[in-house]
């Protein structure tokens, strides 16, 4: 049985996940607390600051992991330009997950992404009709702090995946060139830039058919977030064209108004997206979107 340790295990993300993760993998459970969003006490649960830079701390529960799924994260709050502080103590952990796994020889870091990294795209060209759909590798580039640290996120994994900071000459000095390096160690990472993994409540959008809309296309189901990220520990090989093993994946199920492209999500991890927001919303978007009186106008997000 493959284990695995799970950061942010009293969250939202990790509710959905941990009825599978329990039955399918040993779990190690780490969080800032150990209640649920509705009040419930997360059994197993280690209280554990992972911000915290004395590693040392906490590098036990990372010996004999296989996999590390890395969910923790510190809310952000006051004005948009100060969440720089809040975001920098986010990308600390992710390097403290990182190196914790690295150090502890964990073959695999599966990481909470967000299709904020690159959300400057939707923002100015997907909505605009100047883009159709956004591929996983082009440039992340985002309009907030909270998508710059889930970029950052995905490009320290990729330092850690190209296995370059490993060189080490014969007498255990460093050398950059790699001119005599011993054989590198190449962790493998996949950042997994989730969508919407929340109901649709209609109620909430109220004079707003374009978000709903827009959400309808990034919306992804619990089974299907399960399946993802079960297909991320579990694929095999993860190699990119380049022989790295690091992906970008985005995170929604098979969504008919879907503008992010699953293409390496399905041909490399395998993933089978068994829901559609288009029909497991159908009778609320009948009335809404569509039919007498609606008032959602033609195309993805209502533009004119």
């Not at 939202?12 to 993998?25: G, H, M, V």
């Not at 109220?206 to 827009?214: A, V």
């Not at 299907?224 to 690091?246: C, K, M, V």
Request: proline letters at 4%.
């Amino acid at each position: 049985m493959t284990k695995v340790l799970l950061t942010g295990a009293a969250g939202y993300i990790a509710d959905q996940l941990l009825p599978t993760f329990k039955e399918r993998y040993e779990t190690v459970l780490v969080d800032v607390n150990d209640t649920n969003r509705r009040g419930e006490k997360v059994e197993g649960v280690v209280i554990q600051d992972l911000i915290d830079p004395d590693r040392a701390a906490y590098s036990a529960l990372f010996e004999g992991v296989d996999a590390v799924v890395h969910l923790g994260y510190k809310r952000r709050s006051g004005n948009p330009l100060d969440h720089f502080f809040d975001e920098k103590e986010n990308v600390e952990m992710a390097y403290n997950v990182f190196r914790s796994a690295y150090d502890a020889g964990a073959a695999r870091v599966v990481m909470a992404s967000s299709n904020h990294a690159a959300d400057w795209y939707e923002h100015n060209l997907i909505h605009a009709r100047k883009m159709e759909s956004l591929d996983p590798y082009l440039l992340p580039l985002s309009d907030n702090f909270y998508g710059w640290a889930k970029a950052t996120y995905e490009h320290m994994g990729f330092l850690f995946a190209c296995g370059a900071m490993d060189f080490r000459t014969a007498s255990g000095g460093q050398d950059h060139t790699g001119s005599s390096q011993t054989q590198q160690r190449k962790l493998e990472v996949v950042m997994v830039r989730i969508g919407a993994p929340r109901d649709l409540d209609l109620t909430t959008y109220e004079g707003d058919p374009s978000n709903y809309k827009r959400d309808l296309g990034a919306y992804i189901s619990p089974r299907d977030l399960t399946q993802l990220f079960t297909r991320a520990i579990e694929t095999s090989s993860i190699d990119n064209e380049h022989g790295i093993p690091w992906q970008v994946v985005y995170g929604i199920s098979n969504n008919t108004r879907a503008f992010w492209s699953l293409s390496n999500a399905r041909e490399i991890l395998g993933y089978a997206p068994e829901d559609d927001s288009e029909v497991k919303y159908a009778d609320d978007i009948r009335g809404f979107l569509s039919g007498p009186g609606a008032t959602g106008g033609v195309g993805r997000v209502g533009l004119d």
